[in-house]
């Protein structure tokens, strides 16, 4: 053995960041298996987008558009933004980590809620900075122990709006008593990953607020309504000087050739969005009525997911759940790490799935 003493060593704030976990995606032996770990698309990307990607097979030998003048462009037609107050990403978690290492110094202070997304602490800590972790209130933000949290040294606050993995949801009005009550150098992100899914009227995902403010940016993403997770594509809408950062920050050639051309195909092809969001909304609807009607209690989501909390008693935990359902060919999502460890969360999939499931937890619980 080496001594340590002589190796590399990183910034010691590297060493306390516990890796981000990804859902499994694989059980040994099973032959069907239906991944609903990590709030995929059931229904797949736009079929443009697919012949999109093909097509740019035939561009491999030249970099990227580093200005993804394309992407922006759709992106900036089909919400009615100025494409100058877009910036494309190697998904989403690339701009939340990009955001974290523009704004804070060491030592300074970013905060997150109680059970928001794990990749929030990871980007602060790499960036040498102090995660502060918000309490939420019914398991869904709260604005007033956000802001008690706010400090002198704070920089930054991260807000998944649905959550992940909770799938609750803060309206408009919330959001908007936050950017007021922040001090106009606090950088608030809001994270709007499954903005697509949301159909309550009191939602805004953030467009609104950026539009009116310096201090606010929104983060979204093609890995969940538009099906593309494979690709990584993420992309942020923010005041000009925050892009600028980024820009200056972000590799020169961060999204590849093919997700470029497959997220402008995928952008443009709404009546697929739409049918995804259909999909999601009546299946979330039912799942969440069948598996209260198993007397499972479910947490209101708003998004491609839900989360299920198990009863205590012995042989009906979570963990075991997670167990019986494995051997079934359904994947799940633990989310111990996430401050739940007798929940499971499960994303809304094909019919097959959801139905399977439902069924699966009725033997599991009888
Ligand atoms: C899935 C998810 C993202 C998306 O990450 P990508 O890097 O764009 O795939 C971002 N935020 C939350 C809360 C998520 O659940």
């Given at each position: 053995?080496?001594?340590?003493?002589?190796?590399?060593?990183?910034?010691?704030s590297?060493?306390?960041?516990?890796?981000?976990?990804?859902?499994?995606?694989?059980?040994?032996?099973?032959?069907?298996?239906?991944?609903?770990?990590?709030?995929?698309?059931?229904?797949?990307?736009?079929?443009?987008?697919?012949?999109?990607?093909?097509?740019?097979?035939?561009?491999?030998?030249?970099?990227?558009?580093?200005?993804?003048?394309?992407?922006?462009?759709?992106?900036?037609?089909?919400?009615?933004?100025?494409?100058?107050?877009?910036?494309?990403?190697?998904?989403?978690?690339?701009?939340?980590t990009?955001l974290a290492q523009a704004f804070l110094e060491p030592?300074e202070?970013a905060?997150?809620?109680?059970?928001?997304?794990?990749?929030?602490?990871?980007a602060i800590r790499a960036a040498g900075g102090?995660?502060?972790?918000?309490?939420?209130?019914?398991?869904?933000?709260?604005?007033?122990?956000?802001?008690?949290?706010?400090?002198?040294?704070?920089?930054?606050?991260?807000?998944?709006?649905?959550?992940?993995?909770?799938?609750?949801?803060?309206?408009?009005?919330?959001?908007?008593?936050?950017?007021?009550?922040?001090?106009?150098?606090?950088?608030?992100?809001?994270?709007?990953?499954?903005?697509?899914?949301?159909?309550?009227?009191?939602?805004?995902?953030?467009?609104?607020?950026?539009?009116?403010?310096?201090?606010?940016?929104?983060?979204?993403?093609?890995?969940?309504?538009?099906?593309?997770?494979?690709?990584?594509?993420?992309?942020?809408?923010?005041?000009?000087?925050?892009?600028?950062?980024?820009?200056?920050?972000?590799?020169?050639?961060?999204?590849?050739?093919?997700?470029?051309?497959?997220?402008?195909?995928?952008?443009?092809?709404?009546?697929?969005?739409?049918?995804?969001?259909?999909?999601?909304?009546?299946?979330?609807?039912?799942?969440?009525?069948?598996?209260?009607?198993?007397?499972?209690?479910?947490?209101?989501?708003?998004?491609?997911?839900?989360?299920?909390?198990?009863?205590?008693?012995?042989?009906?935990?979570?963990?075991?759940?997670?167990?019986?359902?494995?051997?079934?060919?359904?994947?799940?999502?633990?989310?111990?790490?996430?401050?739940?460890?007798?929940?499971?969360?499960?994303?809304?999939?094909?019919?097959?799935?959801?139905?399977?499931?439902?069924?699966?937890?009725?033997?599991?619980?009888?």
């Open positions: 053995m080496t001594d340590t003493a002589d190796m590399p060593r990183p910034r010691a590297i060493l306390d960041i516990a890796p981000y976990m990804p859902g499994e995606s694989e059980i040994a032996g099973a032959n069907r298996v239906f991944k609903l770990a990590s709030n995929e698309s059931p229904l797949g990307p736009s079929p443009a987008a697919i012949e999109a990607f093909r097509a740019a097979a035939q561009e491999l030998t030249q970099y990227p558009d580093g200005t993804a003048h394309g992407l922006r462009a759709a992106i900036a037609e089909r919400h009615g933004l100025n494409p100058d107050n877009i910036v494309c990403g190697n998904g989403s978690d690339e701009l939340l990009l030592g202070e905060i997150h809620t109680e059970h928001g997304f794990l990749i929030y602490p990871v102090v995660p502060v972790v918000a309490r939420e209130e019914n398991l869904t933000a709260s604005m007033d122990n956000i802001l008690a949290c706010v400090g002198p040294r704070t920089k930054l606050v991260y807000l998944a709006n649905p959550n992940n993995p909770t799938g609750t949801y803060l309206p408009f009005n919330e959001l908007k008593r936050l950017q007021q009550a922040l001090p106009a150098h606090v950088l608030l992100v809001i994270d709007a990953a499954y903005a697509e899914y949301v159909e309550q009227p009191d939602y805004e995902a953030g467009i609104e607020l950026v539009g009116s403010s310096s201090n606010v940016v929104m983060t979204r993403t093609f890995s969940k309504a538009y099906g593309m997770a494979g690709l990584r594509i993420g992309w942020m809408y923010a005041p000009r000087h925050v892009i600028d950062v980024i820009n200056r920050i972000r590799g020169p050639f961060n999204v590849n050739v093919a997700a470029l051309a497959a997220g402008a195909a995928a952008m443009r092809d709404q009546a697929h969005l739409r049918r995804a969001v259909a999909h999601n909304s009546r299946w979330r609807d039912w799942l969440h009525e069948q598996l209260a009607a198993l007397g499972l209690e479910v947490t209101p989501s708003v998004a491609n997911f839900l989360l299920i909390h198990f009863p205590d008693t012995p042989g009906k935990t979570a963990q075991e759940a997670d167990a019986y359902l494995k051997r079934h060919g359904l994947i799940l999502r633990r989310v111990a790490g996430y401050g739940f460890p007798n929940a499971l969360r499960v994303s809304i999939g094909p019919e097959e799935a959801n139905r399977l499931l439902v069924d699966a937890l009725r033997e599991f619980l009888s």
